[in-house]
């Protein structure tokens, strides 16, 4: 059964076939058509600059706070098709030394229609991943374990809306489909926003992947939403937490130099881009010039003898 919001744009041309004789009524019909259709589809999901951060779920003591973040770096072409390029970027505590790990992969998602499907390289192929348009009873067919790509059924057991930042989105309640195998996606998946337990349906008989839960979601048009307003977006746990809640950058934004407010003496200052690529390191100082760094989002890496945290930086001119 074709849904309502799939037929109108269809029906609206048909309706006004005889008009589409002149020249000049064709391109205002088409121009009308695009509207609609920019309005049946209007909440684009993973637009450039959007950026998702997820807590990394431990199932080993202790049960640090790990992190997850995912960021559309840009648009590029695979097969033809135009995709947003999604870098992951990994960070946790290395209990020995004290250091953070970082770990960074790419994923390439094509977004059509409130359809998304996740490019995999293995089978140089898209797979079905999210799909805003089903509603009560359909059933959505996803990917499981990223690298393994196993494909797992969820049923949508329901629809609800929500206001987020003033924006109307849908909710997809949702329940996993028999039990071919143990992957898990969650309960709820938000227009826009995508999974609220995981950014890929996981394997449960393994480790957790990728995510679980949502922290927070940004983009440039939408703003920040704060699902877990308990702990800061980009936070992982730190050798002495202490020392985070007594850290400030200032001003921040800032346009060509900011400052560290701490009463720890911090000795490094190093600063890392989205890619995890270092872009500056200096002995700590009062004031620290970036005015040579490119304007964007970079984590800010303090360090002294017994402690380090990462913070997290917007350089805007």
């Known amino acids: 059964m074709i849904r309502h919001s799939e037929a109108f744009p269809h029906f609206f041309l048909m309706y006004l076939k005889p008009l589409t004789e002149n020249p000049m009524n064709r391109l205002i019909l088409?121009?009308?058509?695009?509207?609609?259709?920019?309005?049946?589809?209007?909440?684009?999901?993973?637009?450039?600059?959007?950026v998702w951060h997820f807590d990394q779920t431990n199932v080993h003591p202790p049960y640090y706070h790990d992190l997850w973040e995912f960021s559309v770096q840009k648009d590029t072409v695979i097969r033809g098709d135009?995709?947003?390029?999604?870098?992951?970027?990994y960070r946790r505590l290395n209990l020995t030394s004290g250091d953070t790990i970082k770990r960074v992969e790419l994923y390439y998602l094509r977004s059509d229609s409130g359809k998304v499907d996740l490019y995999t390289q293995d089978m140089d192929s898209f797979m079905p991943y999210l799909n805003f348009n089903l509603g009560k009873g359909d059933t959505l067919t996803t990917v499981c374990d990223d690298h393994q790509i196993l494909p797992f059924s969820v049923r949508i057991d329901s629809i609800s809306h929500t206001v987020i930042n003033g924006h109307t989105l849908k909710v997809q309640h949702i329940s996993r489909v028999g039990f071919t195998n143990f992957c898990y996606l969650g309960d709820r998946i938000i227009e826009r926003i995508g999974p609220l337990s995981y950014f890929f349906g996981f394997n449960g008989i393994a480790d957790p992947g990728k995510?679980?839960?949502?922290?927070?979601?940004?983009?440039?048009?939408?703003?920040?939403?704060?699902?877990?307003?308990?702990v800061d977006c980009d936070f992982i746990t730190s050798v002495n937490q202490t020392h985070r809640s007594q850290t400030k950058l200032f001003p921040n934004p800032c346009a060509h130099s900011f400052s560290v407010q701490s009463s720890v003496a911090y000795e490094r200052v190093k600063i890392f881009n989205y890619l995890g690529k270092k872009v500056h390191e200096q002995a700590f100082a009062n004031a620290i010039d970036v005015s040579h760094v490119l304007p964007g989002y970079y984590y800010v890496e303090l360090s002294a003898a017994s402690t380090q945290i990462v913070g997290k930086l917007l350089i805007s001119r």
């Open 30 to 50: 088409t121009c009308l058509s695009l509207l609609i259709t920019c309005l049946v589809y209007g909440q684009q999901f993973a637009p450039i600059g959007a």
């Open 211 to 230: 995510g679980g839960p949502l922290r927070c979601y940004e983009d440039p048009s939408f703003g920040l939403y704060r699902h877990n307003p308990n």
């Open 82 to 89: 135009t995709c947003h390029k999604v870098r992951a970027f």
